[in-house]
């Protein structure tokens, strides 16, 4: 069986993120009333596996080489049999 | 209120994805088997609305600017009030 693996990657809170900050400026420019904003990453990987708890053991094993342990965190936002 | 919004912005299918294609071959050069990684973009925005409709709507607003329409897709992946 194929399955998509969707995940997030994010900085952590406290590290400065002045691509998220760029935005939020766009936004207001444009007339958007915005508090903050937080750019990440969002990677959809599909691979193989033989059912749904194998699926999630290499996902999570991926995203966990893909994140930054020291300034990022990661998220496994979904899981689906494809 | 304060809402926080989180926007997926993903590349169109059959747009070339080089950041994906590197990321692919570093997963399998790890040793994981992978078919394909898309990557994209997922930002956290929070800012103010009176209610979930209205909350929702601006969401939106913001999703249609900061994805290019040519090349990417937008998705309100979550919304919650804070």
């Known amino acids: 069986m194929r399955y998509q693996a969707t995940i997030l990657i994010e900085l952590k809170e406290g590290i400065l993120d002045p691509q998220g900050r760029a935005v939020e400026g766009v936004l ?42 020291v300034m990022e965190t990661w998220t496994l936002e979904a899981l689906k049999p494809l």
Chains 1, 2 share one sequence.
């Not at 033989?50 to 966990?64: F, H, I, L, T």
């Open 28 to 69: 207001k420019g444009l007339g958007h009333e915005v508090e903050a904003v937080r750019v990440g990453k969002v990677l959809e990987v599909v691979f193989p596996a033989s059912g749904e708890a194998e699926a999630r053991e290499k996902a999570q094993a991926m995203a966990r080489l893909l994140a930054n342990p």
